[in-house]
């Protein structure tokens, strides 16, 4: 009878060691999810007519949102000029060299011409003119990235390709001061500057009063003032990648 019970005692103790074992070999409770290629699309569209709407909120040019991406720097990219307006990839060119010349960090090389137009993750950094439905859509920018699984909060653009809408009239505006000379044409550089924001690693802002920054979501033909960055903007950049 005493040699049952101890039996027993032992059972138990051996039952409560081997889950208190099974507890303590259970995974810790946020899973780890494997570093894997993502792809993020952002879309450009025309400024919706919005008429009697109420006046617009005072004007906010102090802000800005992280894509929690970083550029590593020293980038390079291609235009391909077929569709586009003569004089294009220069005006691209300034559109990227804006972003680059608020930070001390190289982030962009001189851009140069590709035979190569679409989105395709393929080593090669592109900006071209496709066709894109609805023609609410001005451009559209994809850019992959390496989510390295854990909850560090930047990740690194392995690379990106940018296409505006070539079913949309697009011009250069002849002093970046429009919209009088350029009516009914998108600016190049306008929405370039615009589009190379997100490659830098910046977010869309909708609402009315961000307005007059070039991280503003819509933009309208003839517009030219996403050309100069504003505070958000800048501020934005030289969190990312310093001061001058
Ligand atoms: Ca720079
Ligand atoms: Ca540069
Ligand atoms: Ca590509
Ligand atoms: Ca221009
Ligand atoms: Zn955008």
């Known amino acids: 009878m005493k040699r049952s019970l101890v039996a027993i005692c032992i059972a138990i103790a051996l039952i409560l060691g081997l889950s208190s074992a099974v507890f303590a070999a259970e995974p810790p409770k946020k899973p780890i999810t494997p570093p894997q290629l993502k792809e993020i699309t952002f879309i450009h569209y025309a400024r919706p007519d919005t008429p009697g709407k109420p006046q617009p909120p005072p004007v906010d040019n102090t802000a800005y949102e992280l894509l929690g991406l970083v550029l590593p720097g020293n980038v390079t990219y291609c235009v391909n000029p077929r569709g586009a307006p003569?004089?294009?990839?220069?005006?691209?060119?300034?559109?990227?060299?804006?972003?680059?010349?608020?930070?001390?960090?190289?982030?962009?090389?001189?851009?140069?011409?590709?035979?190569?137009?679409?989105?395709?993750?393929?080593?090669?950094?592109?900006?071209?003119?496709?066709?894109?439905?609805?023609?609410?859509?001005?451009?559209?920018?994809?850019?992959?990235?390496?989510?390295?699984?854990?909850?560090?909060?930047?990740?690194?653009?392995?690379?990106?390709?940018?296409?505006?809408?070539?079913?949309?009239?697009?011009?250069?505006?002849p002093d970046d001061e429009g919209p009088l000379r350029l009516k009914n044409a998108y600016d190049v550089q306008n929405i370039a500057t615009h589009e190379a924001g997100h490659v830098v690693g910046l977010a869309d802002l909708y609402e009315d009063q961000y307005r007059e920054l070039t991280m503003y979501g819509y933009s309208s033909k003839g517009e030219t003032i996403k050309i100069s960055l504003e505070q958000g903007d800048v501020a934005g950049t030289q969190y990312l990648y310093g001061g001058l």
């Open 86 to 173: 003569a004089g294009a990839l220069a005006e691209i060119e300034s559109a990227f060299e804006t972003w680059d010349a608020v930070t001390g960090t190289e982030l962009f090389n001189p851009a140069s011409h590709t035979a190569i137009s679409g989105f395709s993750y393929d080593a090669q950094n592109t900006i071209s003119w496709v066709g894109i439905a609805p023609t609410s859509i001005i451009a559209m920018t994809s850019i992959w990235y390496w989510d390295d699984g854990n909850s560090t909060p930047l990740d690194a653009i392995l690379e990106f390709d940018i296409v505006f809408n070539a079913l949309l009239k697009w011009g250069i505006d």
